[in-house]
């Protein structure tokens, strides 16, 4: 950031820190608004800039129309002590400000299943708002990283909603959770968007894995890299030629450069196999599937590819 657009952006945020205390709710709410698009993609000090006007607002602001905005700005922030401010709120009567912790409260996750995050949403999933109840259930079951019997439950319980795109959200999140209960109701559900499926239930159908969801994946129409994907990852052949060719890159890679120390990952709730690299000078990672895609689906070609791109610290192979 140069010093002219420095000067510039703590100019804004002074004007803008100086309405969250005007008469007017329009104004404090526009101000709430336009410091949350400037905190979300900010660096950590220009959050660290906006969190405690924002946090000081939350301590007096009783206003309807002020408060969602409000609550989406501090989770703008990813200040923890946001927190407390929005699981209170996720008691509030009315019922746009819950929908706004329900959508923001997963920027401040406390990565615990019992954390006071998953406490609130867990409450959200029997709002009486359907969409309170629709973000939340989407919050726990897509979202979240923690998971524990009492989120399972939760969304086993939203499969009966009365609303249905509650229940899409929740065979999403099962489905997310690798729940295998759920293969017939996601195999319905991919039949049901064939046309233009939703990225979540794609990426549900990948991280589940079931063979079952192939012939409702194949009717897709979209071609997209997620339906492509879901279909690699559920497709029993494919899964067990990417582990096969998966350790075959390490070993190549060991042989090669034994520095880099290579191995492979594959993160809880996720279809997706890495390559990591911690040795390397700066510790990298890559997509297996991806890397073998650029090497022609050869693993030796794929380690080579890996050794042009991270050159040995002495500059030999």
Not at 122 to 147: C, H, K, M
Not at 170 to 195: I, P
Request: charged share 25%; hydrophobic share 45%; aromatic share 2%.
């Amino acid at each position: 950031m140069t010093e002219t657009s420095a000067t510039a952006l703590d100019d804004q945020l002074r004007t803008l820190t100086g309405l969250l205390t005007a008469g007017s709710a329009a104004e404090r709410e526009s101000a709430c608004l336009r410091l949350g698009r400037i905190a979300d993609p900010a660096e950590d000090e220009v959050k660290a800039l906006i969190a405690p006007p924002l946090l000081a607002l939350a301590g007096r602001e009783r206003d309807v129309r002020v408060l969602p905005a409000l609550v989406r700005a501090l989770a703008a922030t990813y200040d923890p002590r946001a927190l407390p401010v929005l699981t209170g709120l996720a008691r509030h009567p009315d019922a746009a400000v819950r929908r706004a912790v329900a959508e923001s409260l997963t920027a401040l996750e406390t990565e615990r299943a019992d954390g006071p995050d998953v406490a609130a949403l867990l409450a959200l999933a029997r709002d009486t708002d359907p969409e309170v109840r629709e973000w939340a259930v989407f919050a726990l079951g897509s979202q979240l990283t923690a998971y524990g019997p009492a989120i399972r439950a939760a969304l086993h319980e939203r499969l009966d909603d009365e609303d249905e795109d509650v229940v899409d959200e929740a065979v999403r999140g099962l489905a997310r959770r690798q729940e295998g209960a759920v293969t017939e109701l996601l195999a319905e559900l991919l039949a049901d968007e064939a046309d233009d499926p939703h990225p979540v239930t794609l990426r549900a159908a990948a991280t589940l894995g079931r063979p079952e969801l192939l012939p409702a994946l194949r009717e897709s129409a979209a071609a997209q890299p997620l339906v492509t994907a879901a279909l690699a990852a559920c497709d029993p052949e494919r899964r067990e030629q990417l582990a096969v060719d998966g350790w075959q890159l390490v070993e190549a890679l060991d042989a090669l450069r034994p520095d880099l120390a290579a191995a492979l990952c594959s993160e809880r709730f996720s279809p997706n196999v890495d390559l990591l690299l911690p040795g390397a000078p700066d510790p990298a990672r890559y997509s297996v599937p991806h890397l073998l895609q650029r090497a022609g689906a050869d693993p030796s070609r794929a380690a080579s590819l890996v050794d042009t791109d991270l050159p040995a610290a002495d500059g030999n192979s």
